[in-house]
């Protein structure tokens, strides 16, 4: 399912570079949004809902036991994290920093976890997929980032030159 939602993301921010980017900056914005947006945001908040909303259920298929609490704090980190990512339409510049950077740490880490888990199966396939929802979505994530010059550091307040 994730692939899937990927490969939309992925299409939906070519086609929007294509008609819209024509710079660095433009076309590394619009990708970070696209990510953020379209994969770390509205898909993780029908997470964050399912992980509220049936606790139980949910847990097992994040390997917990069903009656464990941590799915439900699960659900609320899910929930601030992709309402973070969501908001970044309205925000952008600086502000896509906290939330690109927040995903990015979360994914990569979770590829690990899943991959030292032997989550996918233990095959080749299982494996790639972890690495392309997981880990390949930080790399974009930093790498839109740093192109979209979000990352720079804003003047000092006050301050209309460098900050000595």
């Not at 953020?36 to 945001?41: F, P």
Request: with cysteine; net charge neutral.
């Amino acid at each position: 399912m994730f692939l899937i939602i990927l490969a939309v993301v992925l299409v939906g921010a070519a086609a929007h570079v294509a008609l819209r980017g024509r710079t660095r900056e433009r076309v590394g914005e619009l990708v970070l949004l696209w990510t953020l947006v379209g994969y770390c945001g509205i898909p993780m908040l029908v997470v964050a809902g399912m992980l509220l909303v049936h606790p139980h259920e949910t847990a097992e298929v994040f390997g917990f036991p069903p009656d464990n609490p941590i799915a439900v704090f699960f659900g609320w980190a899910y929930l601030g994290m992709a309402l973070s990512a969501v908001v970044s339409l309205r925000y952008r510049g600086p502000y896509l920093v906290a939330p690109a950077l927040t995903w990015a740490t979360f994914f990569l880490g979770a590829t690990f976890v899943h991959l030292g888990e032997g989550h996918g199966g233990g095959t080749h396939a299982g494996a790639l997929a972890i690495v392309a929802t997981h880990g390949l979505i930080s790399l974009i994530l930093v790498a839109a980032l740093v192109a979209s010059g979000a990352w720079r550091p804003a003047p000092a307040i006050g301050r209309s030159g460098p900050v000595e």
